[in-house]
């Protein structure tokens, strides 16, 4: 599975500095020549080296691999303070751990002799007897694809493409996993209509060979280039449509792809209207409910902040695609720098630019689109198949919203809400927009209610079971229904529902957030406000009757009538626990 980084050490530049110096340089340029060096330095204490697994991985900088720099220099020596951390180091060291290119005595984790793995996978040994290799169709820094030929059967003559892994570069444990990994998603995920088709995998002493479907069109970053970098925004729904579709269909699955970037789709032919696949599942991962991923991984320009900060689950595969579709809109990247550390500063603090042209000659529908697949709060950030039931693209050639992996998240957090915050949550469902109630109309229609106009467990499980894949179906039901355990013995109406699965957070990220939350506030003053005492809202909120949260919840109430006041009720919508209590005390 994935791989656990140790903490980042504290670093600084590598080699000490006249003062004098610093004091002379802009500040800019001094952030710009630490940056430098920090290149610099780890080209000199490392060669970057090929990760031993992926053949599709992006020649970005977030791939190249360098060791560990110097102690850092003390603070004292400096009569100014350093910039930043770099947040590349610990990153580039993750990555090399990963692959394996660290020296023995340089590594954290112990992965073994690459003498003692077994690059056994189980795989069927009958590559050469079935397929007959064509001529290279691709390379990556671990590997390569190949066309090839069916040599007998029905099919003979048919073409596939077929990934090649040599197994002398799987140096370590985790390299051969994730090859295993990578097979078990892409069996797993069969059956999308924008998923590379995957046929068999293979492998001898030498290589593992994965055949898969022959994409012939060539990469979107390809197609990007050869328009100049701009689509027009019917061009850009097009190609957006599509990647939303699959990645919601893989969240559902519970896969997170983790490297969704233009080189990692294809065409299926040359044809300008051709149907775009995702390919390379080298980098993703199974993930459950709840759970949440820690492991770097991913390509500099479309990695999301939460990926940095070592937290993160489907969210992180949003953010890249908001990259993707700013690129198609104005032909250039939101986050950009000279150096990987830059890069990574741009994603943690930068915000995109939406004023430069093209973007006030586009539509406002098309600009708050991508502004919020780019938020940086993942809980703000829309999820895919909301992305797909926004009004920009809602329209599109019949778009169809699929169910959304987010909906579980949410009712199991309502059912195990007081019943003071679900009376809360009950007001807020009642200021959503007509947007939003699209949305959620459309997603309480694929959960099939029965005749009386509910939804029960039982209507949940059957949805679920219609909407997996083979493979995955017995598993990931049993994980989602076991979340929704509250609901044994509850139905849902479609009012209670909307109270269920509203975003606080996300209305949170709204323009006028101030306004619709005291429009919800008023509703709750005439239908769930009531008096309350400190000791019942602690006991209500499941916390311990501790001085300290009390002297923070006395504030949450009025002291004319014993009700909740308006503080109270914004942050008994978003959610309590003793943690967030005592940040706020």
């Not at 080699?15 to 710009?32: F, G, I, S, V, Y």
């Not at 090839?148 to 003559?157: D, F, I, N, Q, V």
């Not at 993707?324 to 720098?337: D, E, H, K, T």
């Not at 005492?533 to 949260?549: D, K, T, W």
Request: net charge neutral; aromatic share 8%; charged share 30%.
């Amino acid at each position: 599975m994935g791989l656990c980084s140790s903490k980042p050490a504290e670093e600084g530049p590598s080699r000490e500095r006249n003062p004098h110096e610093e004091d002379e340089a802009p500040k800019k340029k001094k952030e710009e020549r630490v940056e430098e060096e920090e290149e610099e330095e780890g080209k000199r204490s490392i060669k970057p080296s090929p990760s031993p697994v992926f053949p599709f991985y992006s020649p970005s900088p977030a791939h190249s691999l360098f060791g560990k720099s110097t102690p850092a220099t003390p603070r004292k020596f400096f009569k100014r303070p350093f910039p930043p951390p770099s947040p590349a180091k610990h990153i580039r060291a993750a990555l090399a751990r990963r692959h394996g290119s660290v020296k023995p005595n340089e590594a954290s984790l112990a992965e073994g002799d690459c003498a003692g793995l077994d690059k056994k996978f189980g795989f069927s040994r009958h590559f050469a007897s079935n397929y007959e290799l064509g001529e290279e169709v691709g390379r990556g820094h671990f590997g390569y694809t190949c066309s090839a030929k069916l040599r007998k059967g029905e099919l003979k003559g048919h073409k596939v493409a077929v990934k090649v892994i040599p197994k002398a570069k799987m140096t370590t444990a985790i390299a051969v996993e994730d090859v295993r990994r990578e097979v078990k998603i892409l069996k797993a995920l069969s059956g999308h209509p924008n998923l590379v088709q995957f046929y068999e995998a293979y492998e001898d002493d030498d290589n593992v060979y994965i055949v898969m479907e022959l994409c012939e069109g060539g990469e979107l970053l390809d197609r990007i280039l050869s328009r100049g970098g701009k689509y027009s925004e019917d061009d850009a729904k097009a190609v957006i449509v599509q990647i939303l579709s699959v990645v919601a269909f893989c969240h559902l699955q519970g896969v997170v792809h983790r490297d969704l970037k233009p080189e990692n789709f294809l065409f299926a032919t040359k044809e300008e209207n051709s149907v775009l696949k995702a390919i390379d599942f080298g980098l993703s991962d199974f993930v459950k409910p709840d759970e949440r991923l820690n492991d770097i991984v991913g390509s500099a320009y479309y990695v999301a902040p939460e990926v940095l900060h070592r937290s993160y689950t489907t969210e992180a595969d949003v953010w890249s695609i908001g990259v993707v579709a700013y690129i198609l809109l104005c032909g250039s990247r939101p986050f950009w720098a000279r150096t990987e550390s830059g890069i990574f500063r741009a994603v943690l603090k930068a915000e995109p630019t939406f004023d430069e042209p093209p973007w006030p000659s586009l539509s406002n529908e098309a600009k708050d689109f991508v502004k919020r697949l780019l938020s940086k709060d993942p809980r703000r950030r829309m999820s895919a198949a909301q992305a797909l039931s926004h009004p920009w693209i809602r329209n599109y050639n019949d778009t169809k919203v699929p169910l959304d992996v987010l909906l579980f998240k949410l009712m199991k957090s309502y059912m195990r809400s007081s019943p003071l915050r679900k009376a809360a949550l009950r007001a807020m469902s009642k200021i959503l927009t007509v947007n939003e109630l699209f949305y959620l109309e459309e997603q309480y229609a694929l959960l099939e209610p029965g005749r009386n106009g509910c939804i029960s467990l039982e209507n949940i499980k059957v949805a679920l079971t219609k909407k997996m894949a083979d493979t995955v179906k017995e598993s990931r039901v049993n994980d989602l229904v076991i979340s929704l355990s509250g609901l044994q013995y509850r139905k849902l109406d479609f009012d209670e529902f909307c109270a269920a699965t509203v975003s606080v957070h996300q209305i949170e990220g709204l323009d006028r957030w101030e306004q619709h939350v005291r429009c919800a506030y008023e509703i709750f003053e005439k239908d769930g406000n009531r008096a309350i005492v400190i000791e019942e809202l602690a006991s209500e909120l499941g916390l311990s009757p501790s001085v300290p949260v009390h002297a923070v919840l006395h504030d949450w109430i009025r002291h004319t009538d014993g009700k909740l006041s308006f503080l109270g009720f914004v942050k008994l919508v978003h959610g309590v626990s003793s943690r967030s209590l005592s940040k706020l005390h």
